[in-house]
């Protein structure tokens, strides 16, 4: 007899939860016949905390509903069973709640605020920002960077630029210190002087204003003209011939230091530095800089692969991830571990009945 009244007070229970709508679909057995819960596919309102409304999707086979889909906790709610073909999976990257992987700057995709976000430019370039031509590049703040891209080529002589196309703002030969020529203005806007000259150019002396006389430097180096290494040498017309000189900050990589320049990365990405994506940029010493990469373990949730990352889990709770209750942890490779997330509470618990036991 005691068994047969703990039975009548477990259906009588189940019974006043269905009234009240906190769950439905619960397995036949106490009621009046033998009909299904519910015709699968179908869909029904459930009660979620401050008294907000769910929807359920009965399962494929017409033997309970689905989980409760809210926002909150519910007041109370029981598992029909293992998910099946109806019942949408809630762990999956499509079906997680939007937010628990928010948009970041440094996830290589424009999205929020961002103007760029690494290689991700948006579909932008310099010319659709105004200018003339030119590298276009993002910084790790997800904003854009200009300083590769120029107007020079217009035929306007701006910013810093020496001169432009045939625009030489008045310059001469003899008016940068030469005895006679023809002065022009080079691709990059500065002054193209091999047309000038001395005319005591390749007596062997260094006379006037001439910087050298062949082999004759007059004592100076790369080094001496501020260029951090290289092989200085005389061009013919008695000046300097510097291309043979590199510093940091020409965006081409020289040197046994350099290990960039400006946006001159030579091949190296942060995954080739050991981390798992970012953007990898340059430092103003030339040095690489790994600041705005990432790699899972940094406690961090970044990039598109990682949902979680040590403590860090975006939001996510395991109410968002499709369970009722329970405690969402990290697993090592930045994926969510559920293994202490709940499907369903135990019916004895809630109604205070003697122990009925059911196995997660």
């Keep these: 007899m005691p068994k047969l009244d703990t039975l ?60 409760c889909e809210c926002g909150a906790t519910p007041d109370f709610r ?57 590298l276009l590049t993002c910084k790790s703040d997800c904003t854009f960077d200009t300083s590769g891209c120029t107007n020079c080529g217009n035929g306007k002589i701006e910013s810093n ?65 501020s260029y951090e290494g290289g092989t200085l040498s005389c061009a013919s017309n008695c000046t300097f011939f510097t291309d043979g000189c590199y510093k940091c900050g020409d965006g081409v990589i020289n040197g046994p230091t350099e290990k960039c320049d400006g946006s001159a990365l030579g091949g190296a990405t942060c995954i080739s530095q050991g981390y798992d994506g970012g953007n990898l940029s340059c430092t103003s010493g030339c040095t690489l800089d790994p600041s705005s990469c990432y790699k899972c373990g940094d406690g961090v949730v970044n990039g598109p692969t990682e949902k979680c990352d040590d403590a860090a889990l975006g939001g996510a709770t395991c109410v968002s991830a499709g369970y009722v209750a329970g405690d969402l942890e990290c697993k090592t490779d930045c994926t969510y571990n559920t293994s202490n997330c709940k499907k369903w509470y135990l019916i004895a618990r809630v109604l205070h009945l003697p122990s009925v036991n059911r196995p997660e």
């Design 8 to 67: 009548k007070r477990f259906c009588f229970a189940l019974s006043s939860i269905l009234s009240f709508a906190l769950t439905a679909g619960l397995p036949a057995g106490c009621g009046d016949d033998d009909k299904p819960p519910c015709t699968p596919g179908a869909t029904q309102t459930c009660h979620c905390a401050a008294s907000t409304a769910g929807v359920q999707i009965c399962n494929s086979a017409g033997t309970g509903w689905g989980t």
């Design 78 to 134: 029981v598992d029909s069973g293992a998910p099946d073909a109806s019942t949408p999976d809630l762990l999956s990257p499509d079906s997680l709640a939007p937010d628990s992987t928010p948009a970041k700057c440094g996830d290589g995709v424009v999205n929020g605020s961002d103007a760029c976000d690494g290689s991700d430019l948006d579909g932008k370039s310099c010319n659709l920002l105004g200018y003339w031509g030119g």
């Design 161 to 225: 630029e020496k001169c432009d196309g045939t625009a030489l703002g008045g310059a001469t030969c003899t008016s940068l210190n030469f005895d006679f020529g023809t002065l022009k203005c080079m691709s990059d806007c500065s002054h193209d002087t091999s047309g000038c000259g001395y005319t005591t150019c390749g007596d062997g002396k260094i006379t006037g204003n001439e910087n050298c006389e062949w082999l004759n430097l007059n004592g100076q180096t790369c080094v001496s003209l």
